[in-house]
Structure formats: structure tokens, C-alpha cells
């Protein structure tokens, strides 16, 4: 079946540093979702990209899909506490479905 | 705060038991959402009503048992569970852009605060 795998699991930076999270699917996608989910929370969606090639900004996040719409990234600059949780991306098949496969997720620390 | 309900928060039940969680939205949304997640994984999808029909049932256990009432409400009945469903079941909805094969996707997700189930 489908799947849908984040790297890295984990990634624990000092503030003030970038980080990134990749996405990759096994199949084509017609769009991706990123959420958010903060520790005892639940996830919060955050953007939605359907071109291929698409680039997207959020202050400080910037989401990319890729080309052949398999895979995606997530980017954020300077890192603050608050980004602290886990971002999963999660992929709408081709076809016509509401089937939407979250990845495996990358969970985020932020040491002050 | 999140726009979708669910109730209870937190719910402890036998083996034995026999129980409902519930989940309400007033947005208009006509997609409604089961999933569960265990601690560190992500969501799984259990089911998802489209105008209030079942549409996917990812090979649920038919110890629980979803109910879509209305375009508002989405239940989830709960029998004879096992320990390992002990888990966090999120509910969620989105919209829709009508009918048809290529309009019909689904938008953004919303999801509630979920629902902490624990089975002994």
C-alpha cells in the first residue's frame, strides 16, 4: 500500500538554528497537507500544496513539493520554542479519495 | 480552540464494556473523520463519512462500529475492546467541493482535542 515516510524521527536544535523536514511518498500525490501536533495536542493543520514544483511561505516556514509530486519539504529558519512538536506531512492520492495517509512524522525539541 | 467537539476526553472502560465517543462540528463540513493514534505514531485513518455515508472503512475491527446521524455529528461505538486499542481517537472533518470525480477532494482537516481511551 501507500506509504508515506518523514526524515528525520527526531531533531533536537539550539535556537536560533534551521531545520528540515523531508517527506517522501512511494506513489504519486495530487496534494500534500503539513500539520503540526504539540506535545498532548492535537494536529493543526498548517498548509496544503497541489502543483508540482510549488513553493510556499509562512514567516518563518517555507513548504516545497517536488516535481514529481512524491515528495515534499518543510524548512524553518531560525528556530523558536514555540515550533517545538511533531510535523507530519500527510498525502492525498491520485485518484478521487479522502484517503489521506499521514507520514511517519518528525518530532522537533527546541533547546533554549 | 478547535471548532470540532469530542467527547469524553478521557475514557477508561472494561473489556466488557459497551461505549460511544462523540464528535460535533457546526462548520459545515460534509466529510467527518475517525482516526486513531498511538503515543509517537502518527494518525491512523479508521473511517471517514462523505454526506453522511460511509466511504472508507480501512479494515476496522467490527468492534467498533462508526455512526454518522446527521452532516454534524459522528459517533464511534465501542465493544468488546482489547487493551492494545487503548489509544487517542481523533476526529476530524473537512470540506468538500462537491461531487465528481476530480472536485471531490478534501480540504484541510480539522481536527478535535480527541478522545484518550484506555481499555483494561
Known amino acids: 500500500g501507500q506509504q508515506v515516510m518523514q526524515i528525520p524521527q527526531y531533531q533536537h536544535v539550539q535556537e536560533g538554528e534551521d531545520f528540515t523536514t523531508y517527506c517522501n511518498s512511494s506513489t504519486t500525490l495530487s496534494n500534500i497537507q503539513w500539520y503540526k501536533q504539540r506535545p498532548g495536542g492535537h494536529p493543526v493543520f498548517l498548509i496544503q500544496l497541489v502543483k508540482s514544483g510549488e513553493v510556499k511561505k509562512q514567516k518563518r516556514l517555507t513548504f516545497q513539493f517536488g516535481e514529481a509530486k512524491k515528495n515534499s519539504s518543510l524548512h524553518i529558519t531560525a528556530t523558536q520554542t514555540t515550533d517545538v512538536g511533531t510535523y507530519f506531512c500527510a498525502g492525498l492520492k491520485g485518484d478521487s479519495s479522502y484517503k489521506l495517509i499521514f507520514g511517519s512524522g518528525t518530532r522537533l525539541l527546541v533547546r533554549p | ?120
Not at chain 2, 476530524?92 to 482537516?109: K, M, N, T, W
Open chain 2, 1 to 120: 480552540d478547535t471548532e470540532v467537539t469530542q467527547t469524553p476526553k478521557h475514557l477508561v472502560m472494561g473489556m466488557t464494556n459497551k461505549k460511544s465517543l462523540k464528535c460535533e462540528q457546526h462548520m459545515g463540513h460534509r466529510a467527518m473523520y475517525w482516526y486513531k493514534q498511538k503515543a509517537k505514531k502518527p494518525p491512523e485513518l479508521m473511517f471517514v463519512y462523505s454526506y453522511e455515508k460511509l466511504s472508507i472503512n480501512e479494515s476496522v475491527p467490527s468492534r467498533f462500529s462508526p455512526e454518522c446521524p446527521n452532516s454534524s455529528l459522528l459517533n464511534l461505538h465501542l465493544h468488546a475492546l482489547q487493551p492494545e486499542d487503548s489509544a487517542l481517537y481523533l476526529c476530524a472533518s473537512s470540506q468538500v467541493r462537491g461531487p465528481g470525480r476530480i472536485a471531490d477532494r478534501p480540504g484541510e482537516l480539522f481536527f478535535g482535542e480527541g478522545s484518550r481511551l484506555t481499555v483494561l
